[in-house]
């Protein structure tokens, strides 16, 4: 939380690099034939699919700048007193970037007209920042491994590693990718979608909402030297903007399948080859409500999976069950006889359990049990099953062009997601036949934002968006809304006395330690897992050219709430319970080696080594605030040479709580806990997060005549935990 650490980076580079975060500029230097500046050229660029147009002057230096433009490809037209007309084609502009377009003009009439094609810039002039750029095309058609997920595509960056699933589809059903890149902490990184940050709080090295792809227009991955306005981030800052409407009607339709009907069955599947079926269909449209003026896209993507997965697992044969172990190698002994420390025990009669002893629950939780499906005592059952995933994107967003000197946009992304997992023994639960756990999720995420960019003048702009996040998830077990153990099964005291629906659901019987035989019941204690998250960012951008000066300033505000409710054991059992049986209670101290078999005997007589619970009383909240300002001068000291000086201040205030506001902190010499907020306590215990998070922002690009430019940058940088514990602080 503290973030104190203060990064160094030195770097130097000749790749393209980024400029304003959300929008793109066009900067350059207006020249007769002599090498002299132009003064009062008259600058317009416009876009002809939007009707959307720009003008400016050049200053006594002959020097223009265009800023906060949408990306997309602009016409450029100089005109001025005395000289021919210049037109330049297919201007591309992207978001994150400074192009520069330096104009050498010829004497003539301004009737006279110069028209050229534009060509792609392969260097960045203005800029020390280093960044990938990653546009529709490539992002449409570069090769996406099975969800379709445009941060695939991050493998592409220098010094980042391949991007992986990291958690459960059901707390996770967007399969948002993990990467750290240049050896940066993976939660260190930060996506914003069309300038809203996307945080999933409690995994945050995730994305709370992931775009399909055919909905992204531009992917924008800063990697170092970050401008000023760039922050919250220690590793890439990856800029998304999705896709807009145009004066023309465009769209797509897309069907993906992929399917297991040449694929292999599984060695130690003895039954039918388990269905693996995922189809990705879609379409989006895009187009004009009103030409020139107001424009919608709407995109929608829906996943079907049904992912095959087998199980092998173990479980107790017909003689075993009925408390026969007369054809092992294995020495039952009666718990009930002997010392309590487990010496002096006699053995059961044959190494047989009488019947009178077999404990009544465990012959109802053996009774749904399947039999073996092969022979042997180990690896004798399996089963297959398709885990379930159906999921909907919808994303819509609306542009309207008020005037020359006004845009504003607005967008909603919804994500609606269930998941679906049995367990291998069907009604014994057990095994998950799915990579995750046993049970169903809900998972609903939004995503709404609202941007402007204001010209002023054209020389002071003024640009912004306020954004909100809701992700809501419900993930729920084995058993689910019943009573298993306390109805069902009549343990006393469990299911938290059966007075909260959330304490429902099947405990975990575990035998030897799940090592021989499957775990029976629920498979984990980490459900059921009740989320709820609210994220609120607000961003103000305002820049000024004065003379050869690119002054701009900025503030982003972000509020986090978190509402979490998971008992989550930790291996405690959870709000079901859990109940291990070890080998020990029908063994003999000192006597012979235990088997899986003393384990299972101790099942059937119904004595665990240990039972355990967990319960919640109260939901864990979470809210934080994360602010930053900036300060950045972009100086053309000369045609050939751009200094920027910028300096970022960030904040980090104390993590608060609901109710009484504070935080806890254990003390281990006299195990309490102690409340802040609660009494004389303060709400930070005495703990403060750092006010000196100054980060300042050097960089100088030198164009040369002969050689490809360079470029040097020197930043510092911050990283930081949105939660404790969620990330480790390192240098980079």
């Given at each position: 939380m503290r973030g104190k650490l203060l990064v160094f980076f030195l770097c130097f580079t000749i790749s393209r690099v980024g400029g304003q975060v959300l929008y793109g500029s066009l900067t350059g230097t207006i020249q007769d034939a002599s090498g002299a500046a132009v003064l009062e050229?008259?600058?317009?660029?416009?876009?002809?699919?939007?009707?959307?147009?720009?003008?400016?002057?050049?200053?006594?230096?002959?020097?223009?700048?265009?800023?906060?433009?949408?990306?997309?490809?602009?016409?450029?037209?100089?005109?001025?007193?005395?000289?021919?007309?210049?037109?330049?084609?297919?201007?591309?502009?992207?978001?994150?970037?400074?192009?520069?377009?330096?104009?050498?003009?010829?004497?003539?009439?301004?009737?006279?007209?110069?028209?050229?094609?534009?060509?792609?810039?392969?260097?960045?002039?203005?800029?020390?920042?280093?960044?990938?750029?990653?546009?529709?095309?490539?992002?449409?058609?570069?090769?996406?491994?099975?969800?379709?997920?445009?941060?695939?595509?991050?493998?592409?960056?220098?010094g980042a590693t391949p991007g992986v699933l990291q958690n459960s589809l059901q707390t996770s059903p967007e399969r948002g990718l993990s990467t750290n890149v240049n050896g940066v902490n993976r939660n260190n990184n930060a996506t914003r979608i069309d300038g809203v940050l996307s945080i999933y709080l409690w995994l945050s090295s995730h994305v709370a909402y992931v775009p399909p792809a055919e909905t992204v227009e531009t992917v924008n991955i800063s990697t170092n030297s970050f401008d000023a306005e760039q922050g919250m981030a220690?590793?890439?800052?990856?800029?998304?903007?999705?896709?807009s409407g145009t004066n023309d009607l465009h769209g797509s339709a897309f069907a993906f399948n992929n399917n297991s009907f040449a694929g292999a069955k599984n060695f130690f599947n003895s039954g039918k080859k388990p269905l693996t079926n995922v189809n990705i269909d879609g379409f989006t449209l895009g187009g004009p409500i009103k030409k020139n003026k107001l424009f919608f896209f709407q995109g929608w993507e829906g996943t079907r999976e049904r992912q095959g997965y087998t199980a092998l697992m173990t479980v107790a044969t017909a003689d075993q069950r009925l408390g026969n172990f007369s054809a092992y190698k294995a020495a039952i002994f009666d718990p009930g006889t002997g010392n309590p420390d487990g010496t002096g025990r006699t053995m059961f009669p044959n190494n047989i359990i009488p019947a009178s002893r077999l404990d009544p629950t465990a012959q109802k939780i053996q009774s749904v049990v399947p039999l073996p499906s092969a022979s042997g005592v180990t690896g004798n059952y399996s089963n297959s099953a398709p885990q379930v995933l159906n999921r909907d994107n919808?994303?819509?967003?609306?542009?309207?062009?008020?005037?020359?000197?006004?845009?504003?946009?607005?967008?909603?992304?919804?994500?609606?997601?269930?998941?679906g997992c049995v367990g291998g023994l069907g009604a014994a639960g057990g095994v998950p036949l799915c990579q995750g756990n046993i049970g169903v999720s809900d998972v609903l995420t939004q995503v709404a934002a609202i941007?402007?960019?204001?010209?002023?003048?054209?020389?002071?702009?003024?640009?912004?968006?306020?954004?909100?996040?809701?992700?809501?998830?419900?993930?729920?077990g084995f058993g689910y809304g019943q009573s298993i153990p306390l109805t069902t099964l009549g343990i006393p005291g469990t299911?938290?006395?059966?007075?909260?629906?959330?304490n429902s659901g099947a405990p975990q019987f575990v035998i030897d330690g799940g090592a021989s035989y499957s775990q029976l019941g629920g498979d984990t204690d980490t459900r059921p897992y009740f989320y709820k998250q609210d994220s609120y960012s607000l961003t103000q951008n305002l820049d000024w050219t004065k003379s050869k000066h690119d002054l701009r300033f900025g503030f982003e505000g972000i509020r986090h709430h978190m509402n979490f409710y998971s008992p989550d054991g930790g291996g405690g059992g959870g709000p079901q319970g859990q109940f291990a049986f070890t080998g020990g209670i029908t063994g003999l101290k000192g006597g012979l080696s235990l088997t899986q078999f003393n384990a299972y005997a101790a099942f059937l007589l119904g004595l665990p080594q240990t039972d355990k619970e967990t319960l919640q009383y109260e939901p864990f909240t979470a809210y934080n605030y994360e602010f930053a300002w900036y300060a950045r001068d972009r100086w053309q000291v000369t045609p050939k040479l751009t200094l920027t000086l910028g300096v970022r201040y960030e904040l980090y205030p104390m993590m608060t709580r609901a109710g009484r506001g504070g935080i806890e902190?254990?003390?281990?010499?006299?195990?309490?806990?102690?409340?802040?907020?609660?009494?004389?306590?303060?709400?930070?215990?005495?703990?403060?997060?750092?006010?000196?998070?100054?980060?300042?922002?050097?960089?100088?690009?030198?164009?040369?005549?002969?050689?490809?430019?360079?470029?040097?940058?020197?930043?510092?940088?911050?990283?930081?935990?949105?939660?404790?514990g969620h990330c480790a602080v390192g240098i980079h």
């Open positions: 050229a008259e600058v317009t660029i416009a876009n002809a699919s939007t009707g959307q147009s720009r003008r400016t002057v050049t200053n006594p230096s002959g020097i223009y700048s265009l800023l906060d433009l949408s990306g997309g490809q602009y016409d450029l037209t100089i005109t001025a007193k005395g000289f021919r007309s210049y037109t330049r084609k297919g201007v591309e502009i992207s978001v994150n970037t400074v192009r520069r377009e330096d104009v050498t003009l010829e004497v003539g009439q301004v009737t006279e007209g110069i028209t050229v094609s534009a060509q792609a810039q392969t260097l960045q002039t203005d800029k020390t920042d280093l960044h990938t750029d990653l546009n529709a095309d490539a992002v449409a058609n570069l090769p996406l491994p099975h969800y379709r997920n445009f941060q695939t595509l991050v493998n592409l960056v220098p220690g590793g890439v800052e990856m800029n998304v903007v999705s896709k919808f994303d819509t967003k609306v542009n309207y062009n008020h005037s020359d000197t006004q845009t504003f946009w607005g967008k909603y992304s919804v994500m609606n997601a269930n998941t941007g402007f960019a204001y010209t002023i003048s054209p020389t002071l702009l003024w640009d912004g968006t306020i954004g909100y996040t809701r992700m809501a998830m419900n993930v729920t299911n938290g006395g059966n007075t909260d629906i959330r902190q254990y003390n281990p010499a006299t195990n309490l806990v102690a409340l802040g907020g609660a009494g004389s306590n303060p709400s930070g215990l005495g703990i403060t997060t750092s006010h000196k998070l100054f980060a300042p922002r050097v960089g100088l690009h030198i164009g040369l005549e002969t050689q490809p430019s360079s470029a040097a940058a020197m930043e510092f940088r911050m990283t930081r935990c949105r939660l404790p």
